[in-house]
């Protein structure tokens, strides 16, 4: 299994006071469980370790940012051609919400024959993903 992980789904796992922290710490143990590979990107590692500062600082944010960067995470750096597709998503969703970090990881996404998000951003299903969710809930 490869699973994209998002901002949202580190913030979660981080934060017991984030609203989805229970649900993130069992997607996480199945995830390790199975051995699923990881992917992410260099814009969410920026973005994990401003959010993490942000609000738990500076000692959570840099182990944040520490464990994306080992094993089993591969992380795959933003390049000319990869920010000109997330900037054609980001104009064709003009009816979302949506930052250019998000549209580098739906243009990620396909090219890494990933369908499935470790994320708790809703965008991922509006553009036609899927999120990955405990067992018990599927």
Do not use: N
Not at 31 to 47: F, K, Q
Not at 100 to 127: H, K, Q, W
Request: one cysteine or more; charged letters at 30%.
């Amino acid at each position: 299994m490869i699973l994209f992980v998002d901002t949202s789904a580190v913030v979660a796992l981080l934060s017991v006071a984030d609203e989805h922290h229970e649900d993130a710490v069992a997607v996480w143990k199945e995830i390790v469980a199975e051995g699923a590979r990881l992917v992410t990107t260099d814009l969410v590692l920026a973005e994990v370790v401003v959010v993490v500062r942000a609000r738990a600082g500076f000692d959570l944010s840099v182990r944040a940012g520490e464990r994306l960067l080992a094993d089993p995470f591969e992380i795959v750096w933003i390049d000319r051609p990869l920010l000109d597709e997330a900037w054609r998503l980001y104009r064709r969703y003009r009816d979302h919400d949506l930052s250019l970090c998000d549209c580098v990881s739906f243009a990620v996404m396909p090219r890494r024959r990933i369908d499935t998000a470790f994320a708790y951003d809703r965008d991922f299903e509006a553009v036609g993903f899927s999120l990955a969710r405990p067992i018990e809930e599927s």
